[in-house]
């Protein structure tokens, strides 16, 4: 990928200025819902600030005129190592909401994850994006899986490659601002994907359905032990985030073998929300496809490991399965990634790909699609630059030779 020849945006050169400008054009709920974390925001702002204690070791006297920064993700070769986080309700941001971020997308030849609490439905999401271009679909794994089902079905159908299923909300964080602005969605934007039964010619509200949907027998099961034992109930009526997203009911042995005997062969399963170890052992234990570090962006449990520190034990204990004969699957991470260097960092520590949330939200508000691409190209421009400056020329060249880490006393030791 060349360096782009687009004339620059003189009002906003780095993405800390796209923040601010996106803020002047946001209102307050908007703002304070995109860009809150939990309780007090600690972990947020770690994963912005972890990225400070790596520092990069440049080599020179390389021959660096020919760089190449694509990546092939999803069975697809993207201009970057990066993609746009699945983030909510877009609409929010700008008229176009998910159709704009996808149109950016597909021109700046970028991954799209989507949110399954979009404000745009899947089908005309993918529709943007072309078929040529993949896009994965996040998903918050339902008590009633049936509807969760219908979904899957619906990604299939459109062209979907892979499912990030979401498993650090097993109850929802603690969002203060959230909680005093009451929050809700303005009555001109919709949940778009539960709202209605889209491209089928139904015109089914979920608001309006009184019966239960028809569940698989195991899923049936499972509520009958969990009704007797516990006297739980599954959330019922209108399908929001606030009720239907949280399910503290999930685990690894029964959820992650259903996912797959739904998604696959047509969609990768990846799990999203891993933070250590352990976990990521288990992922490869349950063949799932991929991992993506996460801590939803400092926005469940705070004080929380920021995500670029708990990356390396995460890399780590994927490396170890493959050596045990388990299968090399692919690690991501995001979170905090403000500049094209802090990709670089991230690939050096252990990440195969990265996702950028916040700051694709901001582009939306500045302008739109175009502000989008601004974002996405911002990024893709300084992470270019930072690998010239670093003597490499490939991404599968960047490695931990090129960091060091500085301690709390300002000494640096070698990774």
């Known amino acids: 990928m060349s360096e782009s020849k687009t004339p620059h945006d003189l009002n906003c050169l780095t993405i800390s200025e796209l923040e601010h400008l996106a803020a002047e054009r946001m209102d307050k709920q908007t703002r304070d819902y995109y860009n809150e974390g939990a309780d007090s925001g600690s972990t947020l702002s770690e994963n912005i ?39 909510a309700m877009q609409g929010l941001a700008h008229g176009d909401g998910e159709l704009a971020t996808a149109r950016a997308c597909k021109n700046m030849d970028v991954v799209m994850g989507l949110s399954s609490f979009s404000t745009t439905s899947l089908e005309n999401v993918k529709g943007a994006l072309g078929d040529r271009h ?54 001109h ?53 606030h009720t239907h997203a949280p399910n503290p009911t999930l685990c690894w042995e029964r959820d992650i073998a259903w996912l797959q005997s739904v998604c696959h062969p047509e969609m990768e399963v990846w799990v999203k929300g891993i933070a250590t170890s352990e976990d990521a052992q288990l992922a490869c234990q349950h063949g799932v496809d991929g991992i993506i570090v996460s801590n939803h962006g400092g926005r469940q449990l705070n004080g929380a490991l920021a995500t670029i520190d708990a990356l390396p ?31 670089f960092k991230a690939l050096a520590l252990g990440a195969d790909f990265v996702w950028v949330g916040r700051p694709v939200l901001w582009g939306l508000a500045y302008k739109g699609q175009e502000g989008v691409e601004l974002a996405l190209r911002l990024l893709a421009d300084e992470f270019r630059l930072c690998m010239a400056l670093a003597g490499v020329t490939c991404v599968e060249d960047i490695g931990k030779e090129y960091l060091v880490k500085m301690d709390h006393g300002g000494f640096v030791s070698r990774l």
């Open 49 to 87: 600030s972890a990225y400070q204690k790596y520092r990069i070791r440049p080599r020179v006297l390389r021959d660096v005129s020919a760089i190449d920064t694509s990546i092939t993700i999803f069975g697809h070769r993207n201009s970057i190592p990066l993609g746009v986080a699945p983030t």
């Open 134 to 187: 993949p896009g994965a679909l996040q998903l918050y794994l339902f008590e009633e899986r049936e509807q969760s089902r219908k979904l899957i079905q619906r990604a299939k159908k459109a062209g979907y490659k892979a499912v990030m299923l979401t498993v650090d909300t097993p109850v929802l964080g603690r969002r203060n601002l959230e909680i005093r602005n009451q929050f809700k969605l303005p009555k």
């Open 189 to 241: 934007l919709k949940v778009a994907n539960f709202n209605q039964d889209e491209n089928r010619g139904q015109g089914t509200k979920t608001e309006e359905r009184t019966t239960e949907p028809k569940t698989d027998p195991e899923a049936n099961e499972f509520r009958k032990r969990s009704q007797t034992n516990t006297k739980r109930q599954p959330p019922s009526g209108p399908i929001t985030f």
């Open 313 to 343: 034990d995460v890399a780590a204990a994927v490396q170890s399965q493959t050596q045990a004969g388990k299968k090399k699957i692919p690690v991501h991470v995001d979170g905090g990634i403000r500049h094209g260097t802090d990709i």
